[in-house]
């Protein structure tokens, strides 16, 4: 069960209710969840490869900007010419599939339209900073080097304080 204080934050931070959390998948440094691990099959049955969900609308503004900048473009060629960054995205590819197998399992979903499908792009493509980075946030540094380079690039998005102000939407309720 997800803490109703962090559902709460989750959806202010997305403007809707969030669906299908199984937990939090990581915690910025303000306190706030910024990145939810969510079941691989929503609650009205719909497949949903993206097991980590990106929920900070700074971060993600912050994301936005990179893959405005062509950063996905870049790493994309990159992926093509470095033969180690392609097997670390690869390694990446197969943590995430690992990880959304484990929490199927350990719910008791069963997910076949989705097999072997993971999200941003691996692991042949670049096509999603914000899955990335919440691939780095939520298992850690080290599993997606792109992800690490995303997290790299955004600086201390949470340095202003909260990106949203509970105690207002509280008040708007």
């Known amino acids: 069960m997800i803490d109703p204080a962090d559902e709460a934050a989750i959806a202010a931070q997305l403007g809707r209710a969030p669906r299908g959390i199984a937990e ?6 303000c306190s706030l969840p910024d990145v939810v691990t969510t079941e691989p099959r929503l609650p009205d049955g719909t497949p949903f490869p993206t097991t980590y969900y990106l ?3 700074r971060a993600a503004s912050r994301i936005g900007t990179l893959e405005g900048s062509g950063l996905m473009k870049e790493m994309q060629d990159r992926l093509g010419e470095d033969p180690e960054l392609a097997g670390a995205y690869r390694h990446a590819h197969e943590a995430y599939l690992q990880a959304r197998d484990a929490l199927a399992a350990k ?14 792009g691996m692991p042949d ?22 992800g690490d380079e995303v997290l790299d ?7 202003s304080g909260p990106c949203v ?5 509280d008040e708007e309720q």
């Open 153 to 159: 690039r955004l600086g201390a998005w949470w340095e």
């Open 125 to 146: 493509r670049v096509k999603c900073l914000h899955v990335l980075a919440g691939q780095a946030l939520a298992q850690g540094r080290g599993v997606n080097p792109l």
């Open 55 to 57: 929920t900070c609308p």
């Open 107 to 120: 719910i008791g979903q069963s997910v076949p339209e989705i097999d072997g499908v993971s999200a941003g």
């Open 165 to 169: 102000d509970l105690e207002l939407e």
């Open 24 to 29: 939090v998948g990581h915690r910025c440094p």
